[in-house]
């Protein structure tokens, strides 16, 4: 565990002190360890074990990769139960709540079960904004590992503060996954852990040469601060935004999945 660990239990309010809070705005980023819910993170292990075994992560990559050709995925994320509550889970929406300040509207999710020898993720951010000048709307990640983290997985490493640079997102991307001055490496948390991360903050994914290790659980939501216009990741957003509402994902939180708060979708070069 690293000194920057910031705890939260199950069994209390999820209210965050005025110095998390502050360590947040700082550092870029919380880590709460065992954050989810057993039962949750049980039923979104085994979904996300059919997301991948189906070839369901497949065609939704295929989705974005080639719109044209494959149309809208058979299956979303959020349409596979357990999914659908983890976005909308409540003791989650406390703690955005708390760190946006204002209302958010649900962006996107990822869900995978990573290879023991997948290979590293280059420095990176992900602010979807794609001038990069201006930071004064929010954009959170919640990055969920449901069997936790330990030395059999690759590690999560962040840049504390690195989210107040207006850079690209791959500013450090020549620089691989090696160590950076300043960096705090995650490479132990329990299952269910949850790392709550400005989108700004460039972070990695550092993998463990020579180790056999095991599969990692890993579901991204992210979730963007209501008023500027949010660039959509994915060509099918509107469909996607529209069956969150058919499936009542959030009954009382309707700027949840709004399309107001979009732009038109532009394919990546």
């Given at each position: 565990m690293t000194p920057n660990a910031l705890l939260l239990a199950h069994d209390k309010p999820a209210a965050l002190r005025p110095d998390q809070l502050r360590q947040f705005q700082e550092l870029g980023y919380l880590v709460l360890p065992g954050f989810l819910d057993r039962d949750l993170v049980a039923r979104m292990r085994h979904e996300v074990d059919r997301w991948v075994d189906d070839g369901l992560r497949a065609r939704s990559i295929d989705s974005v990769k080639d719109p044209e050709k494959f149309g809208v995925p058979p299956v979303m994320?959020?349409?596979?139960?357990?999914?659908?509550?983890?976005?909308?889970?409540?003791?989650?929406?406390?703690?955005?709540?708390?760190?946006?300040?204002?209302?958010?509207?649900?962006?996107?999710?990822?869900?995978?079960?990573?290879?023991?020898?997948?290979?590293?993720?280059?420095?990176?951010?992900?602010?979807?904004?794609?001038?990069?000048?201006?930071?004064?709307?929010?954009?959170?990640?919640?990055?969920?590992?449901?069997?936790?983290?330990s030395t059999d997985t690759s590690s999560l490493v962040v840049l504390p503060g690195s989210h107040r640079e207006r850079v690209d997102k791959t500013a450090r991307a020549h620089l691989g996954t090696e160590p950076l001055p300043g960096e705090v490496v995650l490479e132990e948390l329990p299952p269910g852990s949850t790392v709550v991360l400005h989108s700004a903050l460039f972070h990695a994914r550092r993998p463990r040469p020579g180790v056999l290790g095991k599969p990692r659980y890993f579901v991204d939501a992210s979730y963007c601060e209501v008023g500027p216009l949010w660039p959509p990741v994915k060509p099918y957003w509107r469909y996607m935004l529209r069956r969150a509402r058919e499936l009542n994902l959030a009954p009382d939180r309707s700027e949840l999945f709004t399309e107001l708060t979009f732009a038109e979708y532009s394919r990546p070069a």
């Open positions: 994320e959020l349409e596979l139960p357990a999914h659908g509550e983890l976005i909308t889970w409540s003791p989650l929406l406390e703690i955005l709540d708390q760190l946006v300040g204002a209302p958010y509207a649900f962006h996107h999710l990822h869900s995978d079960r990573q290879a023991p020898d997948i290979p590293g993720k280059p420095w990176h951010h992900d602010y979807e904004h794609s001038t990069q000048t201006d930071r004064s709307a929010t954009m959170i990640h919640a990055l969920h590992y449901l069997d936790g983290l």
